[in-house]
């Protein structure tokens, strides 16, 4: 069950990403522990490869949100390699920020809608090497309502999962 509802939306991801009506669906390579490995083809974009997954905790819990993801995006034919990204469940404050915590490392994202993407690009490797070396995530973000939400990932087979999703990609 968990597996379809990434596979939509990463679809969804993919198909809002292109700005374009794509045909098809993203397809699952390979689960490893806490993390999936994708793939999408993009009639316009080409092919897209990720790695994705859903928190293990999120906070406060009675807040109604939709699924929430992280993904490491790498599209060859755009030039783009491991890009981070989260969807939230709910669209953020306008012009609010949200940190990425992973062991002693905080990375800052601005957001748009329910996404938000390293305010730094550069910052993109730094990041997801912290994720292979660390055990956990932490997420923190402000609702256009005002709610603060914390969303707790595993990292266990971030590793495995970017790695298969950067060699479908070759």
């Not at 794509?22 to 390579?29: E, H, I, L, P, S």
Request: proline share 4%.
């Amino acid at each position: 069950m968990k597996s379809v509802k990434i596979l939509g939306a990463a679809t969804l991801l993919a198909l809002s990403a292109t700005a374009a009506h794509a045909q098809g669906a993203a397809t699952r390579v390979e689960q490893f522990k806490d993390w999936g490995a994708y793939v999408f083809n993009d009639p316009q974009r080409g092919k897209m490869c990720f790695a994705v997954s859903q928190p293990k905790d999120m906070e406060p819990k009675n807040v109604n949100r939709d699924p929430v993801y992280f993904f490491v995006t790498t599209r060859p034919r755009e030039g783009v390699r491991e890009e981070v990204n989260v969807i939230t469940g709910y669209p953020y404050k306008e012009g609010s920020k949200t940190t990425i915590q992973v062991g002693s490392d905080t990375f800052s994202l601005y957001t748009s809608g329910d996404g938000a993407w390293l305010e730094n690009a550069a910052e993109e490797a730094r990041l997801v090497n912290a994720m292979r070396r660390g055990a956990s995530m932490v997420i923190k973000g402000t609702s256009s309502r005002g709610t603060v939400t914390v969303d707790t990932y595993s990292l266990s087979g971030i590793t495995a999962a970017t790695q298969k999703a950067l060699a479908e990609c070759q």
